[in-house]
């Protein structure tokens, strides 16, 4: 069997010999070369992804001011950060929200520092004989924090679960909006592409792994959490349900907006859009046959979220999910994805083009990940019956639908609620709007995760 190392293709990267492809770019060799041919020839193929990310966050030191603080009631632009760290040191969620506009949260202030933009930080303490202040009001942006570190404590799920609903009403959950009576199907993996699909075992990926997060360069820290192993595979060795996880870190103040989108899921939260690039150098044959799966052998299940315990109702695969359409339980439903293959593109190839332009080497794992782990679902030891309110959506009577093009990370979030192809994707997975198309039904509003749909009186 034909072998590499890390070492090995290090040096070819530092001489300019390494030759690196993506994901989808390996699989075209497959009709022309066998696995010893392709295994000679390529060492590194480049993965991506672009999803909502909720389990994320910073980490941020302001510094002292001049009369000290412990700082512990912590606002920033209204949102409350975690400051039950040390005097100066805090946590914001990604998800947390304005009190004021629950539309409005974390992920949205990281996005503003990333942009350059002034923050205001509010703050409150008891006031001690070391740190005698009790009151801060103060702008300040990235440039002025001596520390900002992105952290994921769950990130690159290894596969997720489609989901529909199978109820007579609308349903809004991170999953997106979904129609009722099987009206469409979401998912959230960019197949063939993503991760943790292309090393399914983790046999190069581990802790000290170096990866691009937000476009810059970071280092997986530690499994993620909700990390299970405990998954039924396919024939390919691939778990069709949600698997491992990565936590990953990474400089906040390295990274590109480009590739950190703060979003919103109407009745669900905020969320945050993270980029995520892992190398997965072609170490033997093994590695490579991982690779080169395609979204034909990649499989997920199918959840109705309609129901308390999301159900499994179904299976496909990724080749199916990507038509735009199903049949489940011999109806045609429509298919959309939540998470953005043009932006998991992009990021896959920034991260190829790094490494062909020797700015990025590999990195050894200092340690494997968990080949055992069992996710654990949380007992409740008390019964309380508790009724929840629907609230019914307001009925929009305008005129007008107007579209910020130039935002929109074609995630597609949009495109199976769409009843006239107005929206869909071209040759290269870019979202189009066609305008002329457009029956002003409104769907799309519920569903964009960036409140690109406005309503034009």
């Known amino acids: 069997m034909f072998k590499k190392t890390i070492d090995s293709i290090n040096e070819k990267i530092k001489k300019g010999n390494a030759v690196v492809l993506t994901a989808e770019e390996i699989l075209k060799m497959k009709t022309s070369y066998n696995i010893k041919e392709i295994s000679k020839k390529v060492d590194i193929v480049t993965t991506g992804t672009f999803g909502a990310m909720c389990s994320s966050g910073v980490f941020m030191n302001f510094g002292h001011p001049k009369i000290p603080i412990r700082m512990e009631k912590v606002k920033i632009n209204g949102v409350l950060a975690h400051s039950g760290l ?6 914001l969620g990604a998800a947390s929200v304005s009190k004021d506009n629950p539309t409005y949260g974390g992920a949205h202030i990281i996005e503003e520092l990333l942009d350059g933009k002034d923050i205001k930080l509010e703050a409150e303490a008891k006031g001690t004989d070391c740190y005698p202040r009790k009151k801060l009001s103060t702008y300040l942006n990235i440039n002025d924090l001596n520390e900002c570190y992105l952290y994921n404590p769950r990130n690159c799920y290894q596969n997720y679960a489609a989901a529909v609903n199978s109820s007579n009403k609308s349903i809004y959950t991170y999953m997106g909006k979904l129609l009722p009576k099987f009206g469409n199907l979401t998912y959230s993996t960019s197949g063939e592409l993503s991760p943790l699909l292309n090393d399914p075992e983790l ?5 000290g ?3 691009l997060l937000g476009g810059a360069k970071g280092f997986i820290s530690w499994q993620g959490t909700q990390y299970n192993t405990k998954i039924k595979t396919n024939k390919f060795n691939i778990p069709v349900a949600p698997a491992r996880t990565l936590a990953l870190t990474g400089n906040l103040k390295k990274m590109n907006s480009n590739f950190i989108k703060a979003a919103y899921f109407k009745n669900y939260g905020v969320t945050i859009y993270i980029g995520v690039a892992v190398p997965i150098p072609i170490l033997n044959e093994r590695i490579l046959e991982n690779v080169l799966v395609s979204n034909e052998e990649i499989e997920t299940i199918i959840c109705d979220y309609s129901k ?3 159900p499994v109702i179904g299976k496909t695969n990724y080749k199916n999910l990507r038509t735009g359409k199903i049949k489940l339980n011999n109806k045609n439903i429509k ?4 998470s953005s293959l043009f932006k998991a593109r992009q990021i896959a190839e920034e991260l190829k083009d790094k490494i062909l332009n020797k700015d990025f080497y590999l990195t050894k794992p200092v340690k494997k990940l968990p080949k055992k782990s069992i996710f ?3 007992k409740i030891r008390k019964k309380r019956n508790k009724k929840t309110v629907d609230k019914k959506s307001k009925k929009i009577t305008a005129k007008k639908l107007k579209f910020e093009y130039g935002k929109c990370i074609s995630c597609g979030a949009c495109i199976s609620l769409c009843n ?5 994707f071209n040759k290269v997975n870019k979202l189009v709007f066609e305008k002329d198309l457009c029956s002003n039904c409104y769907e799309c509003v519920d569903a964009c995760p960036l409140e690109l749909f406005k309503i034009k009186e």
């Open 203 to 207: 046999e190069t990926i581990g802790i």
């Open 335 to 338: 298919t959309s994805s939540l």
């Open 86 to 91: 040390a005097a100066v040191d805090v946590f």
């Open 420 to 424: 006239t192809r107005a929206l869909h």
């Open 376 to 378: 654990k679902n949380l």
């Open 209 to 211: 792994t170096k990866i």
């Open 308 to 310: 308390s315990k999301h």
